[in-house]
């Protein structure tokens, strides 16, 4: 599923992202080669950010 159209960001692409280490999401946008836009998808890659980090502490 895309979760950011203005760079056409999956979540599969963000979940990797944040996998190799992303912990902010400027660092999700570097990491996919791209910067934020209109910043709508912020608060979602935020989200999968902290969710990320709650799995990696388990």
């Known amino acids: 599923m895309v979760i950011c159209l203005c760079n056409v960001l999956t979540h ?3 979940a990797a ?3 190799a280490g992303a912990d902010r ?4 946008y570097a990491a996919c080669g791209c910067q934020a836009q209109c910043g ?8 999968m950010v902290r969710a990320g980090a709650t ?4």
């Open 55 to 58: 799995s990696a502490s388990r």
């Open 40 to 47: 709508c998808c912020t608060r979602t890659i935020l989200e």
């Open 12 to 14: 599969q692409q963000i």
């Open 17 to 19: 992202a944040v996998a």
């Open 25 to 28: 999401p400027h660092d999700v």
